[in-house]
């Protein structure tokens, strides 16, 4: 296992597993916050939120129980995803089976992939990640040795800030209970200009950052100007000389 994997993190969530594909379950902000996620990264990749995927090749890392991973196939991309935990990936191999998804999943770190396959990548999706890597930076690195010159970066986080904490921590795991308490550590949240910073310290140039909002009353996400809590956004690897 690479040295840039937080075991405790990794626990934390296969204690959660079993619930991935459960919609009312642990995972529920995932569910609910997809089509947002998913109908950005369309509209970036082709231009439309109604765009086809078909052809490009499309790495999710973190890929958990497959949520985003069975979205982007469903799409037309050609989807890798991958995970460090064997239980997690075990969840996700199973809704492939039982779906019929074209996705594929393997029991692999970023860096591992990276050194066997570098610059194999069209699109590589770091969503929800940044927050539970032990060095942001880092993983980072593995994500644009992976990506073709000219690929995409998708990236997805919370930002470190006293709504964040607030909403993300105090809301969702303590008041709301949506996520078990320790889920996320506010320490580890991530400002859109230290990521910048990582970013271009690893030759990839940050485009702008949409924000997330919820809607209680419809349990609806969107995309918006307000990147207080959750934000998202994409980075360009350039094109070689």
Not at 53 to 60: Q, S, T
Not at 184 to 197: A, G, I, N, Y
Request: hydrophobic residues 40%; charged residues 20%.
């Amino acid at each position: 296992m690479g040295s840039n994997v937080d075991l405790d993190e990794i626990a934390k969530f296969e204690r959660m597993a079993h619930e991935w594909w459960d919609p009312a379950g642990k995972f529920r902000t995932l569910h609910e916050i997809n089509p947002a996620r998913v109908g950005y990264i369309k509209e970036i990749l082709t231009g439309s939120a109604q765009g086809d995927l078909a052809g490009i090749n499309l790495l999710d890392i973190g890929c958990g129980g497959g949520i985003l991973a069975e979205a982007m196939a469903d799409n037309g991309a050609n989807v890798v995803g991958i995970d460090r935990s064997e239980k997690i990936i075990g969840i996700a191999t199973a809704h492939q089976a039982e779906s019929g998804s074209s996705a594929s999943y393997r029991m692999q770190s970023a860096a591992e992939l990276a050194e066997a396959q570098p610059a194999s990548f069209d699109v590589v999706l770091a969503m929800e990640v940044l927050e539970h890597v032990p060095d942001m930076t880092a993983f980072l690195g593995d994500c644009a040795n992976l990506l073709k010159p000219g690929g995409t970066l998708f990236f997805a986080t919370l930002n470190r800030t006293p709504k964040s904490w607030l909403f993300a921590i105090m809301g969702a795991e303590y008041l709301l209970r949506w996520l078990p308490r320790g889920t996320h550590q506010f320490e580890k949240f991530v400002k859109p200009s230290e990521l910048r910073t990582a970013l271009q310290s690893n030759g990839l140039e940050m485009q702008a950052v949409r924000g997330l909002s919820y809607n209680p009353i419809n349990a609806t996400w969107r995309l918006s100007d307000d990147t207080q809590v959750n934000y998202l956004g994409h980075a360009l690897k350039p094109q070689q000389a």
